[in-house]
């Protein structure tokens, strides 16, 4: 869960986010996910448990709709809410600056992941030329061969192997020194996944 709402907080969210009317727990979830510009999203594991004891303490109650539990707020809830508006406005404070580092974050990990991808990309195109400029000829049998050389193909997958390795290596060091939140590290594994995607349609 990201920082912003430890100690209850999120507790203290989704009851204004209820104020706005009646809702099931994954449209809480979209509605945070969108809060956060799709960089945190909370787990049904997270979300539910709060709702059922938001309902014990009775600050919620639910109606079954359509095969799901729609959480609507109470007047003890509304009250909650009112009791403590000074802090649900340090939450929300606290939301808009952890939405801005998180995107910020976000940006200079794209931008060193475009940069590694660029640079894949052009050294696969370097390595393509250089095969079919350098075509290896194997030599002549003998009576003792010994193994024959490595050719450009072999040459360029190595060379590809270590840059793969490097960039590997780059970015867990650059994810590492940050000391990143579970939920930054979940956007970076996105980021990841999105290069990857990249490389997927390149190699067709």
Not at 18 to 46: C, M, N, Q, V, W
Not at 117 to 126: G, T
């Amino acid at each position: 869960m990201t920082a912003v709402f430890s100690h209850g907080r999120l507790r203290l969210y989704l009851l204004k986010l209820l104020d706005d009317g009646p809702k099931h727990g994954y449209e809480l979830i979209r509605l945070l996910e969108e809060r956060f510009l799709g960089l945190y999203a909370p787990s049904a594991g997270t979300i539910y448990p709060r709702l059922q004891r938001l309902e014990a303490d009775g600050l919620v109650s639910h109606t079954a709709a359509g095969g799901r539990k729609v959480y609507e707020i109470t007047a003890a809830g509304r009250a909650e809410l009112s009791q403590r508006a000074g802090e649900l406005a340090a939450l929300e404070s606290d939301i808009a600056a952890s939405v801005a580092d998180l995107s910020t974050l976000a940006g200079e990990i794209r931008s060193e992941v475009r940069g590694s991808v660029r640079d894949l990309k052009r050294e696969l195109r370097e390595a393509t030329r250089q095969t079919r400029r350098n075509r290896w000829v194997p030599p002549a049998p003998a009576p003792v061969t010994a193994p024959p050389p490595p050719g450009p193909e072999q040459a360029a997958q190595a060379e590809f192997d270590q840059r793969l390795a490097a960039f590997a290596g780059e970015v867990s060091a650059l994810v590492r020194s940050r000391r990143l939140s579970e939920s930054q590290l979940r956007t970076a594994i996105r980021l990841l996944d999105g290069a990857l995607d990249g490389l997927r349609r390149l190699l067709r």
